[in-house]
């Protein structure tokens, strides 16, 4: 069998159009009750400004404490979004983020990197408020 140019960019169009699966997903709820809003820029909610925080993650059914994250994320759009860099840190080790946090809906992070058994980690999070309140955060961890 002749295998030509047009067969092997086919064959590599058709993988690269196949969708990735996550080698593993971790769901988790954080609670924000330990968040600072630090004033840096001008009077009030202003580009610049810092929100430093340190919450407790539970379980998915929102009951066990399993973990911990820390951080901290910088104003870049008044009223609709902060860029935040965190760690998360579970019993097999941290994961840690960086991407923006919407004031509003849905937001998309990125993961980047990890120590213990996430040693090189790679994915997403898909960061979803539970309620209105945002009195808890749904995290959803995709890695590949």
Not at 37 to 62: P, Q, R, Y
């Amino acid at each position: 069998m002749q295998i030509t140019m047009g067969r092997i960019a086919a064959l590599a169009a058709t993988l690269v159009a196949l969708p990735v699966l996550a080698a593993e997903q971790i769901k988790v709820v954080e609670r924000p009750v330990g968040e600072t809003t630090v004033d840096l820029g001008a009077k009030g909610d202003s580009v610049g400004d810092m929100l430093v925080f340190a919450n407790g993650v539970f379980d998915s059914a929102n009951k066990t404490q399993v973990g911990s994250d820390q951080g901290y994320c910088i104003r870049t759009v008044v009223g609709k979004s902060w860029e935040c860099f965190w760690t998360l840190t579970l019993k097999a080790g941290q994961i840690t983020i960086e991407g923006p946090f919407m004031d509003e809906g849905d937001s998309l992070v990125t993961v980047t990197g990890g120590t213990g058994k996430y040693v090189g980690a790679k994915g997403s999070m898909k960061l979803h408020p539970r309620d209105a309140k945002s009195s808890s955060y749904d995290f959803t961890y995709d890695l590949l």
